[in-house]
């Protein structure tokens, strides 16, 4: 034990006996017991387990109490229990916080130190009992806190939690309703400030991502998933054999068609254009005359037989070079550049002009080299992409715009 030569105190010496009854099992095989031997074994470790975890969170916050720890410089006892028990830090203030929680909630610390609540019983429990309104009377409190303990004897830690949203229920029907509403509109809140999402791409043709989503947007996406990806679904559009259960790899599947199901009239306008792929590629590889690899407007590369699938449903737009074409230069007939111009300024640009500039195609401006207004005409070889920090600079009389020969510009403040 930690700075102990012979323990005392009771809860010391009957923790280094278990540590030596326990050191004196690393070598028992356990091949010969028997399945109800093993079963009931299994259960009794379990609980053995709760009430050690009681146990240390008491001895936590008594450590915490006489300050341990101070006269080796550490910060907090959670700082120096993480560094003497390898611990994070976060798992070490766990500790020491569920012992404050335990010595203020007695009938979670009596039915976790009896063995019969689990460790995450007791967390859920004493999360739900803090959330109640901070005003209800005490009684009330013990009485919810009775009630989860109580329900944790046929329920795991997941339905506890389902069960402490509606405690107010149980012990005060009438604040039930408001008081559900008022967690909910925080839990919103915080929601819509913790989406997240990131996407990398590993250079093998696969692109990781990890998003975080409020619960009724994630519960719509896993929704439109199963729908593609369930059993019924599957045997109709792949043939009888399929009909099982939806794992990761079918959600996967299922992901990668929904995006390929999404109409770009349903989506708002990137950089004057429909969120559409444009995929680059010879007329003569699109009719399987040649192999060779289509480029997306983003800049990645794709086989030639995938060009040609999304080709034959419609999601994507090709640019077919050598083809016929649309008409990409309209003179003074517009005013603003047509889409199909806003397309091939983006296969030409590849994004921002402007010397150093990494904004892509689909966030820029197409400016007017010679302004309309200046009998400027709208055509290609009159307009470049531009950002919009860029493109107000354009703008700005007091910079002057050069044009360099590989086709970048820069710009530079008048004297």
């Known amino acids: 034990m930690t700075a102990m030569t012979t323990p005392h105190?009771?809860?010391?010496?009957?923790?280094?006996r278990m540590r030596g009854i326990v050191d004196g099992l690393v070598d028992a095989s356990v091949w010969s017991m028997t399945s109800a031997e093993a079963a009931s074994t299994l259960v009794e470790l379990t609980k053995l387990e709760a009430q050690v975890v009681e146990i240390r969170a008491r001895v936590a916050r008594h450590a915490d109490e006489l300050q341990v720890g101070t006269e080796t410089g550490a910060t907090s006892t959670a700082t120096w229990l993480a560094h003497q028990a390898r611990l994070t830090r976060s798992a070490a203030a766990g500790v020491v916080h569920l012992g404050y929680d335990l010595d203020t909630h007695d009938v979670v610390r009596d039915a976790l130190a009896a063995g019969d609540l689990r460790p995450e019983q007791a967390q859920v429990i004493l999360r739900s009992v803090k959330e109640l309104p901070a005003d209800l009377d005490p009684d009330l409190v013990i009485r919810a806190e009775k009630h989860l303990v109580d329900a944790a004897a046929e329920h795991d830690a997941k339905t506890l939690r389902v069960l402490g949203r509606r405690l107010l229920e149980v012990v005060a029907p009438d604040l039930a309703d408001q008081h559900e509403a008022d967690l909910l509109e925080k839990e919103e809140a915080k929601a819509a400030q913790a989406m997240r999402l990131t996407m990398t791409d590993d250079g093998h043709?696969?692109?990781h991502a990890r998003f975080t989503?409020?619960?009724?947007?994630?519960a719509m996406l896993k929704k439109m998933l199963l729908a593609i990806a369930a059993p019924k679904h599957q045997a109709a559009t792949h043939g009888p054999g399929v009909e099982r259960r939806p794992g990761?790899?079918?959600m996967g599947r299922a992901f990668a068609e929904l995006i390929e199901r999404i109409s770009a009239k349903d989506l708002p306008k990137v950089g004057g254009t429909d969120a559409t792929i444009v995929v680059h590629i010879d007329l003569d590889v699109l009719t399987s005359k040649l192999e060779k690899a289509g480029i997306l407007d983003t800049g990645e590369p794709i086989s030639p037989s995938q060009v040609r699938r999304l080709a034959c449903t419609a999601r994507i737009l090709p640019v077919v070079l050598n083809g016929k074409s649309e008409?990409?230069?309209?003179?003074?007939?517009?005013?603003?550049?047509t889409k199909a111009q806003l397309i091939a300024l983006g296969i030409r640009d590849k994004g921002c002009v402007a010397e150093e500039c990494d904004w892509p195609p689909w966030m820029c401006h197409a400016h007017h080299w010679q302004r309309f207004a200046d009998d400027g005409p709208t055509a290609l070889n009159n307009g470049g992409l531009l950002c919009p920090r860029h493109h107000t600079g354009a703008h700005d009389p007091t910079y002057e715009t050069t044009h360099q020969p590989d086709g970048t510009v820069t710009f530079h403040r008048r004297p």
């Open 205 to 207: 043709g696969k692109t």
């Open 213 to 218: 989503l409020p619960t009724v947007q994630a």
């Open 9 to 16: 105190h009771q809860v010391a010496t009957a923790t280094a």
């Open 327 to 337: 008409v990409l230069d309209v003179g003074r007939a517009k005013r603003f550049f």
């Open 248 to 250: 990761p790899e079918r």
